[in-house]
């Protein structure tokens, strides 16, 4: 698991303090717009007058007003959820931090998304509890320009005792964070289960680990995973288990609830079947040689080969010529 500083973070009334001048600063730009759009730009860049000017004009004002109540309380919406976030993690023991930028956090996202593509924010620290973990907000950008797509995810990592061959679980209900990054896993990489689970899951592994996969994912741990995350993605990469849940709210209680429980159920099994796990690929140490992370795995079982998605670079290319495309078209039927 990546380090990761457990700095206290800014008082509250500080966060509070930047927030209202952020906010005024703001409510007073839009304003300041719509004044010069309703008194300068109407009248004498449309050369409106009249009747037609004044309604054009309270439209406008009306537009500004609506635009700086919205602002208002979106910020606000956001500032009580972040203050019932640092609630509930003082009264769990946890640590709260509402911004950690684009501190590497591990697994597939750091790996396919450019550092500037990448934030995150809430950070919950409960790794000195009974079931350890910490969990923070993602929000990645996937692609350029105008066929960029924005992502948010609740992702999740949970230490492992020991380490384990990469495995890769893609829910085939979509659009979780493994299924919407730039590559996905080659087809060779991918294994079938027994009973349903590769009708929920998409599995893919390091070629020569099936077996050792199925040493991980027995049959009571498949059931878990079915039964309390068959929406979402996880991962196994080296020590760490990866969980990606949509955006939840969890100052909701009953997404709070099942957040922890499926964080409980997987640290337990996924925890108790990698626990001894031994890769026999792996350079053989002397018994009296202090084995680290990073001695219990050969190089290949660490990666799953994956291939570029097509279909976000031709959007990304075909998306500006739409309307030159409507353009013609046009032209032609007028014609």
Same mark, same amino acid.
């Given at each position: 698991?990546?380090?990761?500083?457990?700095?206290?973070?800014?008082?509250?009334?500080?966060?509070?303090?930047?927030?209202?001048?952020?906010?005024?600063?703001? #409510?007073?730009?839009?304003?300041?717009?719509?004044?010069?759009?309703?008194?300068?730009?109407?009248?004498?860049?449309?050369?409106?007058?009249?009747?037609?000017?004044?309604?054009?004009?309270?439209?406008?004002?009306?537009?500004?007003?609506?635009?700086?109540?919205?602002?208002?309380? #979106?910020?606000?919406?956001?500032?009580?959820?972040?203050?019932?976030?640092?609630?509930?993690?003082?009264? @769990?023991?946890?640590?709260?931090?509402?911004?950690?930028?684009?501190?590497?956090?591990?697994?597939?996202?750091?790996?396919?998304?450019?550092?500037?593509?990448?934030?995150?924010?809430?950070?919950?620290?409960?790794?000195?509890?009974?079931?350890?973990?910490? #969990?923070?907000?993602?929000?990645?950008?996937?692609?350029?320009?105008?066929?960029?797509?924005?992502?948010?995810?609740?992702?999740?990592?949970? +230490?492992?005792?020991?380490?384990?061959?990469?495995?890769?679980?893609? #829910?085939?209900?979509?659009?979780?964070?493994?299924?919407?990054?730039?590559?996905? +896993?080659?087809?060779?990489?991918?294994?079938?289960?027994?009973?349903?689970?590769?009708?929920?899951?998409?599995?893919?592994?390091?070629?020569?680990?099936?077996?050792?996969?199925?040493?991980?994912?027995? +049959?009571?741990?498949?059931?878990?995973?079915?039964?309390?995350?068959?929406?979402?993605?996880?991962?196994?990469?080296?020590?760490?288990?990866?969980?990606?849940?949509?955006?939840?709210?969890?100052?909701?209680?009953?997404?709070?609830?099942?957040? @922890?429980?499926?964080?409980?159920?997987?640290?337990?099994?996924?925890?108790?079947?990698?626990? @001894?796990?031994?890769?026999?690929?792996?350079?053989?140490?002397?018994?009296?040689?202090?084995?680290?992370?990073?001695?219990?795995?050969?190089?290949?079982?660490?990666?799953?080969?994956?291939?570029?998605?097509?279909?976000?670079?031709?959007?990304?290319?075909?998306? +500006?010529?739409?309307?030159? @495309?409507?353009?013609?078209?046009?032209?032609?039927?007028?014609?």
């Amino acid at each position: 698991m990546a380090p990761f500083s457990a700095g206290r973070a800014a008082p509250l009334a500080t966060a509070r303090g930047w927030g209202s001048l952020t906010l005024v600063a703001s #409510s007073v730009a839009t304003l300041v717009i719509a004044g010069a759009l309703a008194f300068y730009l109407l009248p004498v860049g449309f050369a409106l007058s009249g009747t037609t000017l004044v309604y054009a004009q309270v439209a406008t004002m009306l537009l500004g007003a609506a635009l700086v109540a919205w602002s208002t309380m #979106s910020i606000s919406r956001h500032r009580r959820r972040r203050t019932a976030l640092a609630e509930i993690a003082a009264a @769990l023991g946890w640590r709260y931090r509402a911004d950690i930028g684009d501190h590497p956090w591990g697994g597939s996202i750091d790996e396919q998304v450019d550092r500037g593509d990448r934030t995150a924010q809430d950070h919950l620290d409960a790794r000195h509890s009974a079931v350890p973990f910490d #969990s923070v907000e993602r929000t990645f950008v996937v692609g350029d320009g105008e066929g960029a797509t924005m992502h948010t995810v609740r992702a999740v990592r949970i +230490p492992l005792p020991s380490e384990a061959p990469r495995i890769m679980l893609r #829910s085939r209900r979509g659009g979780g964070a493994l299924s919407v990054l730039p590559r996905r +896993p080659t087809g060779r990489t991918r294994i079938r289960l027994e009973g349903d689970f590769s009708d929920v899951f998409d599995v893919s592994v390091p070629p020569g680990y099936e077996t050792d996969a199925l040493y991980v994912l027995t +049959p009571d741990l498949m059931a878990i995973l079915v039964d309390e995350s068959a929406d979402l993605d996880l991962e196994i990469v080296d020590s760490t288990l990866y969980v990606y849940f949509p955006a939840v709210d969890l100052t909701d209680g009953e997404e709070l609830r099942r957040f @922890l429980t499926v964080i409980a159920a997987l640290h337990d099994r996924v925890g108790r079947r990698t626990l @001894l796990y031994r890769d026999e690929a792996a350079t053989p140490l002397d018994p009296g040689t202090y084995r680290r992370d990073g001695d219990t795995l050969a190089g290949r079982a660490r990666h799953v080969d994956t291939r570029t998605r097509w279909w976000p670079v031709i959007a990304a290319v075909a998306t +500006p010529l739409v309307p030159m @495309l409507i353009a013609v078209v046009w032209l032609r039927i007028a014609g």
